[in-house]
Structures are given as structure tokens and as C-alpha cells.
């Protein structure tokens, strides 16, 4: 391109060079408009809405094959909805809000070849991809310690709003599963047992928080701590790793994966525009997912547990 308008500019035709010099200024500039917009975003609290859906056939009439190795692993740096805001430990870090895609979702309830597995709107901080948590999600039947549809999905911002999804649905083996005294082990332990299959790990969870005793009018002595319904415990974890606080000899240890017959993987990388639905598709997984922009008063505050430190 650069060279093309230097020979076209070359020589007498001093109007059109003027025009190709101004057309070079106004997209130099409407670049660094949008890069400053972007970069401005870091730090921002946006409205995010996801729905997940599943294809019935979705496999069988593409040409595409379920993947025989997935690679299926989760973030160490992560968020749940179950994790607990910083600012208020009682309220919880990604902050609900109202479904704006009722109407897309009944869309699909309406057609017998889709099912809904997820459906969510919440409230996130946006950082840069080098600090932005992954969010957990799943969906779906469940079965165990799992669901048919689990992964997560990442949003950040560098130059332009990204997002990054890795999601995988599965499809759980008929045969015996691993036992229970296995569950210890390690995923290469427990490869070497004989389980034949894909190896899904466990999702890692954020414990509920439990209720505050000094509740006022003795609601607190009334009622029964909240637990975790995963493992039992009164604890409740702030950051991406295991570290929690609780008494965890109490703790009922996950399984360290359960074995699919079959997985189907949705790894997307994707520039977004905040405001419009965008939409993802797959064989067999469909996403629709809008970010939106929030008004905040002065004294609304961000959640340090979706900021870097």
C-alpha cells in the first residue's frame, strides 16, 4: 500500500497526493482513537452475558471428528461465582445482574436441536490479558463432581476488548470409573489404571462463605453455616490456587478427573465490540456473548480480586 501511493504521488500530481496524505493522517488517527479507547478500558467494571448452547447432531453432520487427545486443563488464575468480593466478603466478586437475551434463549428452547447448558449475566472489572482471571463455567446434566459443559472463558482488554474461550462438552464412558481410592492420585496415576477414555479434570471450586454469626436480630445463631456442597467445609478461597482457610482435615478431597467417552473442544480467541452480540460457532457448541458498558457513581469502588496487584 505504502509503496503503491509513493509512485502514484511521485511526480506532478500534487492534489492526489494531498488527498492520499490526508487519508493517511485520518486513519493514523482514528487507529490511536481506538487504541486509547481500548487501553482506557483496564480497570473498567463491565456487564458481561453468556449463553451456551449444544448442538443434538452437531458431530454427526459435520465433517469435523471428536478430538482423540483434548488437552484439558484449568487456569491457575481464576474466578467463580462463588468467590467472595474483597471489598465485602458477604457478596460475591462477580456480581449478578439482569439477562438481557431472554428472547435468543427461548429462540433456541423452541428448536428441539438445541439445548441451553448455560445462561449468565455478570458484572466483571476488565484487565489486561496478563492479569484477567479465567471465569469459570459450567452447565448442562450433571454427573459427580461434573457437568456436561465446563471450562472457562476469558476476558481482557489490550487494544480492543478479547476474549478467550476454552470450553469442552462431554460425553461421559459407559464403563466403570475410576474408584474412589484412586482419586488421589495423580492424572498420570491414574491413566495407568486401566480407566480407557478421556481424562476430564475436576473444575476447581470456591467454597461458599459461611454466615456471619453477629447477624442482627440472631438470624445468625438461627440459621445453619453455609457449606460448600462440593466439600463440606466452612471455608472460603480469595485466589486462584488451593489456598483457602478452614479446617481442612474436614475436607472431603475431589476426585482428581472423571473419564469421558468423548469431548468436544471450543478454544476461540475473539475480539469483541462492547455493545453487540457476537456469536461463536462450533459443531457442536454455540455461544452468544455481549459486553456491555456500566455507569458507576464516584463512590462505587472495584473489587481488588479482579485487579492486578
Same mark, same amino acid.
Given at each position: 500500500?505504502?509503496?503503491? *501511493? ?13 488527498? %492520499?496524505?490526508? =487519508? ?14 481500548? =487501553? ?6 463491565? &456487564? ?9 447432531? $452437531? ?40 439477562? @438481557?437475551?431472554? /428472547? ?12 441451553? *447448558?448455560? #445462561? ?5 472489572? *476488565? @484487565? ?33 476488548? #478479547? *476474549? ?12 466403570? @470409573? ?16 486401566? %480407566? @480407557? ?14 454466615? =456471619? ?9 438461627? =440459621? ?6 462440593? /466439600? $463440606? ?12 482457610? $478452614? ?6 478431597? !475431589? ?26 460457532? #462450533? ?12 455507569? #458507576?457513581?464516584?463512590?462505587? &469502588?472495584?473489587?481488588?480480586? !479482579?485487579?492486578?496487584?
Amino acid at each position: 500500500m505504502t509503496s503503491f *501511493l509513493n509512485r502514484v504521488t511521485q511526480g506532478p500530481n500534487k492534489p492526489f497526493q494531498r488527498l %492520499a496524505n490526508s =487519508a493517511l493522517l485520518a486513519l493514523s488517527a482514528a487507529f490511536c482513537v481506538a487504541e486509547a479507547q481500548a =487501553a482506557g478500558y483496564a480497570g473498567t467494571q463491565f &456487564e458481561i452475558e453468556m449463553v451456551v448452547f449444544s448442538r443434538e447432531e $452437531g458431530m454427526q453432520t459435520s465433517r469435523e471428528t471428536w478430538p482423540a487427545t483434548p488437552k484439558l486443563a484449568y487456569d491457575k488464575h481464576w474466578v467463580d461465582f462463588n468467590s467472595p468480593s474483597t471489598n465485602d466478603p458477604l457478596l460475591p466478586a462477580l456480581e449478578p445482574a439482569a439477562n @438481557q437475551l431472554n /428472547n435468543k434463549v427461548a429462540s433456541l428452547n423452541r428448536n428441539p436441536r438445541y439445548t441451553v *447448558l448455560f #445462561h449468565k449475566t455478570w458484572r466483571q472489572v *476488565l @484487565q489486561t490479558e496478563r492479569n484477567a482471571p479465567a471465569v469459570l463455567i459450567n452447565g448442562g446434566t450433571p454427573s459427580d463432581e461434573h457437568h456436561q459443559l465446563e471450562g472457562s472463558v476469558t476476558i481482557s482488554v489490550s487494544r480492543y476488548l #478479547h *476474549l478467550s474461550t476454552d470450553l469442552w462438552f462431554s460425553e461421559w464412558a459407559q464403563q466403570a @470409573q475410576l474408584q474412589p481410592t484412586d482419586w488421589n492420585m495423580e492424572p498420570q496415576q491414574a491413566e495407568s489404571t486401566g %480407566a @480407557q477414555g478421556i481424562a476430564v479434570p475436576t473444575q476447581p471450586r470456591a467454597p461458599l462463605l459461611p454466615v =456471619a454469626e453477629s447477624e442482627p436480630l440472631g438470624l445468625g445463631a438461627s =440459621a445453619e453455616p453455609a457449606t460448600n456442597s462440593v /466439600n $463440606g467445609s466452612n471455608s472460603f478461597s480469595t485466589s486462584a490456587d488451593f489456598a483457602s482457610f $478452614g479446617d481442612k482435615e474436614n475436607t472431603r478431597a !475431589l476426585p482428581v478427573e472423571k473419564i469421558a467417552e468423548r469431548v468436544a473442544v471450543l478454544q476461540e480467541e475473539r475480539r469483541l465490540r462492547s455493545g453487540e452480540l457476537h456469536y461463536i460457532d #462450533h459443531p457442536k457448541l454455540g455461544v452468544l456473548i455481549e459486553v456491555r458498558t456500566v455507569e #458507576h457513581t464516584e463512590d462505587e &469502588e472495584q473489587d481488588p480480586l !479482579l485487579q492486578s496487584e
